[in-house]
């Protein structure tokens, strides 16, 4: 597709796009990897299971404010959920990626702030939901947080797939690969966050923050991939030159989020906080300059 092709008008996104695909990309990979902690099994992997539920639903609630706010009517949000014609309903529309995303945003939000409650009654900061707690252990937890996990990586690759099914250069041209890019960029961020958290309390175990690490970097990996693919599909349609030039600066950022966990490995002088910090950084970077650079 070349650049003549592309005749929607940009969407003139702002910066609440920019902190519902940040956010929401940590909150559904912070679930994700809870969940995976948990189904190891491993007492040790317990208390970050536990960081990574209170992180998701955390950074969960800043989304439906950004999206709100970006509607230009916020009063009239409501309107994504209930149909206001002479039917009435709900407005679920399977068919449109606003209405899809909208509906799978709440579902997610139920099982991110069912587990934060549990999360925090296991800690002993919610004794009232101790109940919950006991609930969501055993095989009725671990069925609960494996639906709540696939809306989690639903909402981590839905806001690449948004972008793919516009009209708009750069977008369009990279459609089958944003969706995978944002969703292992998500992973790669939120396992940062959970390192970052975890250094900053110094009680989560040695072996489980080792065992972190070791999937950050083959999410990393995942990421730099994809971004090349992104890259190469974007060249080919000849709209490469949107996403470099005064982007570069942003693309330094992504690069230097990406070597961080590496760098961090084999440099342990490095402060403990400084790889998970650049790394997310570098997520924010990736997310600004693919939203911002298709609609100059």
């Known amino acids: 597709m070349t650049g003549a092709e592309h005749f929607a008008a940009p969407p003139e996104w702002q910066w609440w796009i920019l902190g519902y695909f940040f956010f929401g990309g940590l909150a559904g990979g912070s679930y994700a990897l809870g969940t995976l902690l948990r ?7 317990e208390l970050a299971a536990r960081i990574a539920f209170i992180a998701s639903f955390i950074a969960l609630i800043p989304c439906p404010i950004f999206l709100t706010v970006d509607l230009g009517q916020p009063l009239r949000f409501w309107h994504m959920l209930l149909d206001t014609g002479p039917d009435g309903g709900l407005a679920f529309k399977p068919w ?77 041209d990279a459609a089958w690969a944003l969706g995978g890019m944002f969703l292992a960029s998500a992973l790669a961020g939120a396992t940062a966050l959970l390192l970052f958290l975890g250094r900053s309390r110094r009680d989560v175990d040695a072996d489980t923050a080792y065992r972190l690490e070791v999937a950050d970097r083959y999410f990393v990996l995942l990421e730099a991939l994809l971004i090349a693919i992104f890259l190469v599909t974007v060249a080919v349609a000849g709209t490469i030159a949107k996403v470099l030039g005064v982007w570069i600066v942003l693309w330094l950022v992504v690069l230097l989020g990406l070597a961080a966990p590496f760098l961090s490995a084999r440099a342990r002088t490095w402060p403990p906080l400084a790889a998970p910090l650049l790394a997310l950084l570098g997520v924010l970077a990736l997310r600004a300059l693919v939203i911002f650079s298709a609609q100059t």
């Open 96 to 172: 449109s990626p606003m209405s899809l995303g909208s509906w799978a945003l709440l579902a997610f939000g139920l099982f991110s702030f069912v587990s934060f409650v549990g999360a925090l009654a296991e800690g002993g900061q919610l004794r009232a939901a101790s109940g919950l707690a006991r609930a969501l252990r055993g095989g009725a937890g671990l069925a609960w947080n494996a639906i709540g996990t696939v809306l989690g990586l639903f909402i981590c690759a839905y806001t690449g797939v948004l972008l793919a099914v516009s009209n708009q250069a750069v977008w369009s």
């Open 39 to 45: 189904f190891g099994g491993d007492p040790r992997d």
